[in-house]
């Protein structure tokens, strides 16, 4: 079974932190991904990477960067963290023209 | 730019009915995925369509694909409960690399 793993599943923070969120992948998997989910807004695309070292930028990368050193690992990083990125965080990978495995998800909460 | 639409964006059915959740997209794609996502859960991958005409089958729910129409189907057949939960389609773009969601159909299934 494909794994998808997520470093925290709740996260409590203060604005103006620099907040880590990792996602480790089992299968292998050229493509991650980083979404935010919010009520109303649906799944949004932060970043992706389909190379260990490549990213490229989702519709919304604004306050957060990505780290791939390794294949099987994909961070996000919160450089300051602010209240409006409170949100569902989901990580996900797939081979190419394959459906994305997620992860179980970080709720992030920014006080 | 490709955009995916879902409707309806609430469905509210009784036990026993069928019903069908339509997805929309914008433009050329023959590669289109279905989720599930449980209220405080991540998402789970329910159905592949990846060519016009695929049509899978999982239980009580039906998913379909006509690439020319730019449409895919999810058919519910006698909704139970435990159906409750908020469907996702994905389309996935031209580069091959992402995935564009649509903004979920949440369904209520009463007894």
């Known amino acids: 079974d494909v794994k998808v793993t997520q470093s925290s599943r709740y996260l409590v923070k203060r604005t103006g932190e620099k907040v880590f969120l990792e996602c480790v992948q089992d299968?292998?998997?050229?493509?991650m991904f980083w979404y935010r989910q919010d009520p109303g807004l649906g799944l949004r695309l932060i970043y992706f990477s389909y190379d260990v070292k490549m990213k490229e930028k989702g519709d919304i990368p604004e306050g957060y960067s990505v780290s791939r050193e390794k294949k099987e690992r994909f961070s996000l990083i919160l450089e300051s963290a602010s209240t409006n990125q409170t949100s569902m965080y989901l990580c996900?990978?797939?081979?190419?023209?394959?459906?994305?495995?997620f992860g179980p998800g970080t709720r992030l909460t920014v006080t | 730019e490709l955009k995916v639409e879902q409707n309806p964006l609430f469905l509210s059915m009784q036990e026993g009915k069928n019903y069908t959740i339509y997805c929309n997209y914008s433009t050329t794609s023959d590669r289109l995925y279905w989720y599930r996502q449980d209220p405080g859960k991540s998402l789970e991958s329910l159905f592949v369509?990846?060519?016009?005409?695929a049509v899978k089958q999982e239980g009580r729910l039906m998913a379909s694909l006509d690439t020319k129409a730019r449409l895919s189907t999810l058919h519910i057949t006698a909704a139970v409960h435990d159906l409750s939960a908020t469907y996702f389609c994905a389309v996935e773009d031209s580069y091959g690399q992402n995935f564009v969601f649509g903004p979920g159909t949440r369904l209520s299934v009463l007894p």
């Open positions: 299968m292998d998997h050229e493509n």
């Open positions: 996900a990978s797939n081979t190419f023209s394959y459906e994305q495995y």
């Open positions: 369509l990846l060519s016009n005409g």
